[in-house]
């Protein structure tokens, strides 16, 4: 109040031999009226720029491979994942075979109860795949643009590739659609995606083509 007396921008009387202020209401209205005083946003509308899982820091729009060899693996990565995408309130893909999803859902499920509710609202989306890579990157596009109309910012994309080979993509199919998938959308959206692969599925030539 000195600072802005002392200015000349807020007008007040002086009483006394101490010279005490005092303010006339319309002058301390017409004051506040005249500041425009934005409040900080909200931490949550930050953008983040980064996610972490085991410990690993994966920046948004980059496309990692993941190896496991039993059925603990599957979920070690995936849940976590998952999880916390949807705590942090990122839109996330599922992708897998049914008996899979299921899998990944349930245990999801254990520990986290919102889990129906993000499916039901859109948060989550999960799909058995498409059998060919065109369609499959125009459904993940699809997909992300619906969750970002829905006012989500950053998104999560788990692919447990063996829904390839469930509905029979060849080898050359499945590198051709990792491919097209990376150059086309993995590094183009607010976006990290975890491509998970079940090395007892796979040929050694497919697990290194994919890495």
Known sequence: LRRWTNSGQLP??????????????????????????KPAPPAQTRQRTEVTIEGVAIGYGNHVCTLYDN???????????????????????LVGTPDTRAEILDTMRKGFSGVDDALESGQ???????????????????????????????FRLLGDMSWCQHLGMSH????????????????????????????????????????
């Open 12 to 37: 007040c009387l002086r009483l006394g031999a101490k010279g005490e202020r005092r303010f006339r209401h319309e002058d301390l209205m017409r004051f506040l009226d005249a500041q425009q005083v």
């Open 124 to 154: 989550l989306i999960e799909t058995g795949g498409l059998d060919d890579g065109e369609k499959m990157c125009r459904f993940v596009e699809t997909s992300l643009f619906a969750m970002k109309q829905a006012g989500l910012r950053t």
């Open 172 to 211: 050359d199919a499945l590198l051709a659609y990792e491919m097209r998938y990376n150059h086309e959308i993995a590094h183009h959206y607010p976006l990290v995606s975890v491509c998970q692969y079940d090395v007892r599925d796979f040929t050694g030539p497919g697990v290194l083509s994919a890495l």
């Open 71 to 93: 059925d603990l693996g599957r979920l070690k990565w995936s849940v976590p994942f998952l999880v916390d995408g949807l705590n942090d309130g990122d839109g996330c893909l």
